[in-house]
């Protein structure tokens, strides 16, 4: 599995990062580095072995489903870019 | 008193106490210290009024036999730590200005304790790196020289906790692990730091890197100081859904139990080709002390190690990817205008991230994408229960392990490194214990032939840190290490 130009342009819009088109090449040649390496994983059987995606041991804490908090909106607007009127400001979406 | 830089947290503590000194005078020194060693640009923000308003309270809550665990001992916070009225950027230019309404649980359990705040710390741009070279705010640097007067560095990500407490212009200082991030810069600067099994200190609030691998721990200059300031950040919070309920152990008593009777394992796999033959020496050197202190050695395996760091760079980025999305020039800091919101989120991402953090947004991305999931991520989280599963059966047989801390002492700041993945192996006797959730301790053991420091690591079972602290303090008294760098403030003429 190789990372070519086209699969960073994916990468990167999937990502919401611009990559000019002139750094893509070299991003791709540093991701086929990384992936190479990662590939040593494939040595290891881990047919049966169900994934291991947390190790607390405990189930997720549940509580009722009712408003514990709220009514900050100056805290929740003091950071930021702009604001007006108690909502975010952002570039018009649509037409 | 003739220097109270010279004093420990638990010293500092009893001359407090005493009034032999007021929190004032000390936090007044360790403003100066950090002043003076400026040049080692481990401060990112100094909160110099607001330490002195702290140290005041203090000194009043002795007055009136209040005092808490850490009353009146100055404390340096990585920039990671959500700090209420104080910038938290985690190094980031896309965290630029940000100025937290809310205060981590962490920092807070600190403070509720006494502890004093000097200031916010230098580390990689969200703890991403293992020199603290990816930060926003140039590097930190480590206060120990080779003879060429080279700028070395701390390591990282919590280079500048590290730095600052070796450098004495931090008494104690928080760090977060998520792959070895307090242990390597603790034995990079020859000093005592804690990774906390998985869940015994609170995430909420730190800027989370990668959520299922993320510790916050403590830095200090020896290891009784460590669970003094264990003792005080550690604790349930409901806040943080993977917080564990479990009591914390008595750490202070651990401190005198000794190794008589444990037994400790000695990992095949953590000896390296080529290994440096001088870290070598000091894990044979921690051997021997150990069992000269009654402990009993034990070969064992962990087979599965050398998949550790692949497994790591596949969870840590998938984890990242998720985590780092936040950043979108709406709710926080940085934003670069642009006509489309499309357009505004791609440019504000591109400016506001530094090169490492992109390129781990975009590794962790295509690992998660349709189509790689289950070659990539899900194949790491199968081999990350593998991890888990030696080191469950190495604990059925021992009490702790004992490896290197690191492959190598501190190297020069601007090292050129073509590879990435050649940086990535700084953290190999690290990050399993981040990927098994376990506890580990770096404790400085000596120093190589240039004079730098190296370090030994302990590692036990989930929320047996006492165990690391009773044989931490084994080490320490065996190596009779205290750090006493080069650069640091104060100094002993």
């Known amino acids: ?95 | 008193m003739a220097d109270m830089l010279e004093l420990g947290a638990v010293e500092a503590r009893a001359a407090l106490d005493a009034r032999e000194i007021s929190a004032v005078e000390l936090t007044s020194a360790y403003i100066a210290a950090a002043e003076d060693t400026a040049g080692l640009n481990n401060y990112v923000a100094l909160t110099a009024e607001h330490a002195l308003e702290m140290a005041a309270a203090s000194d009043a809550r002795i007055a009136t036999g209040e005092a808490g665990l850490l009353e009146g001992v100055p404390i340096g916070v990585k920039d990671l730590f959500c700090t209420a009225g104080y910038t938290s950027t985690a190094c980031s230019n896309i965290l630029a200005g940000f100025t937290p309404t809310y205060e981590s649980t962490v920092t807070a359990n600190l403070w509720r304790e006494g502890g004093v705040m000097l200031g916010k710390l230098n580390c990689d741009e969200f703890a991403m790196g293992s020199a603290n070279e990816t930060s926003a705010y140039g590097p930190a640097i480590n206060p120990w020289q080779t003879a060429d007067g080279a700028d070395l560095v701390p390591g990282g990500s919590s280079g500048g906790s590290a730095s600052a407490v070796a450098a004495r212009s931090a008494l104690l200082a928080t760090g977060t692990d998520t792959g070895g991030s307090i242990r390597q810069p603790a034995a990079f600067c020859g000093v005592v730091g804690l990774k906390p099994t998985y869940g015994r200190c609170s995430r909420w609030g730190i800027v989370a890197f990668a959520s299922s691998l993320d510790q916050a721990g403590p830095f200090s200059r020896n290891v009784a100081d460590n669970a003094l300031m264990m003792q005080a950040m550690a604790g349930f919070d409901p806040k943080d859904s993977t917080s564990a309920d479990v009591p914390l152990q008595d750490l202070s008593a651990a401190l005198t139990r000794g190794v008589g009777g444990m037994k400790i394992g000695i990992p095949a796999e953590y000896v390296l080709d080529g290994m440096d033959p001088e870290v070598v020496t000091i894990w044979q050197q921690g051997q021997d002390w150990l069992r000269a202190a009654g402990a009993e050695l034990v070969d064992i395996s962990l087979p599965h190690t050398k998949y550790a760091l692949p497994a790591y760079y596949i969870i840590a980025p998938a984890e990242a990817s998720s985590n780092l999305a936040r950043y979108d020039g709406v709710r926080y800091g940085k934003r670069v205008e642009a006509e489309s919101l499309d357009e505004m989120y791609a440019l504000t991402r591109a400016e506001g991230f530094g090169e490492e953090v992109q390129r781990r947004i975009m590794i962790g991305t295509y690992v998660l994408s349709a189509g790689y999931y289950d070659a990539y991520y899900l194949k790491a989280q199968r081999v990350r229960r593998l991890i888990r599963n030696d080191f469950d059966t190495a604990f059925e047989n021992v009490d702790a392990i004992l490896t290197p801390a690191t492959p190598s002492a501190a190297f020069p700041v601007g090292r050129k490194v073509d590879d990435p993945v050649t940086n990535f192996l700084n953290d190999v006797f690290t990050v399993p214990a981040n990927l098994a959730g376990l506890p580990g301790m770096a404790v400085p053991a000596g120093m190589n032939g240039d004079g730098l420091p190296l370090g030994l690591q302990l590692l036990a079972r989930p929320f047996d840190e006492a165990t690391l602290y009773a044989a931490g303090q084994v080490l320490e008294d065996a190596a009779g290490f205290i750090a006493n760098p080069p650069r640091r403030a104060g100094g002993v003429s």
């Open chain 1, 1 to 95: 599995m190789s990372v070519d130009k086209t699969t960073v342009a994916k990468i990167a819009r999937l990502a919401r990062i611009h990559v000019p088109d002139e750094r893509q090449q070299a991003i791709a040649t540093e991701l086929n580095g990384i992936l190479s390496w990662v590939d040593e994983l494939n040595e290891v059987d881990t047919e049966n072995v169900e994934p291991l995606a947390s190790v607390t041991g405990h189930a997720l804490p549940m509580r009722k489903d009712v408003v514990t908090d709220g009514d900050r909106i100056d805290e929740v607007l003091a950071n930021v870019p702009e604001s007006t009127g108690g909502f975010f400001v952002v570039p018009k979406v649509v037409d």
